[in-house]
Nanobody
């Protein structure tokens, strides 16, 4: 089982990034997928979650209206489109699959700074 995030990096405030999480080794469409983030010195925060096939989506209030989660079950990939980024969005972002089992990606750094 693998979850591999990509697309992170350094962006200026107001900019955009698109994170991807490519999954392998399990039946991707059976698992809700969630993006988390953890900033230095802070607790891990749930950012957004998307159901396997029902279309259900949840966003944390801190990102609602700015971030969009989506998935492509044919490509076994979940995405997080992040717009209007703020310095407080700086964190390590990780994806998680939680169903019969729990799988985590290694995480990827997103830094929002001028």
């Amino acid at each position: 089982v693998q979850l591999v995030e990509s697309g992170g990096g350094l962006v200026q405030p107001g900019g955009s990034l698109r994170l991807s999480c490519a999954a392998s080794g399990f039946t991707f469409s059976n698992y809700p997928m969630t993006w988390y983030r953890q900033a230095p010195g802070k607790e891990r925060e749930l950012v957004a979650t998307i159901a396997g096939t029902s279309g259900y989506i949840y966003y944390a209030d801190s990102v609602k209206g700015r971030f969009t989660i989506s998935r492509d079950n044919a490509k076994n990939t979940v995405y997080l489109q992040m717009n209007s980024l703020k310095p407080e969005d700086t964190a390590v972002y990780s994806c998680r699959a939680l169903g019969l089992n729990s799988y985590w990606g290694h995480g990827i750094q997103v830094t929002v700074s001028s």
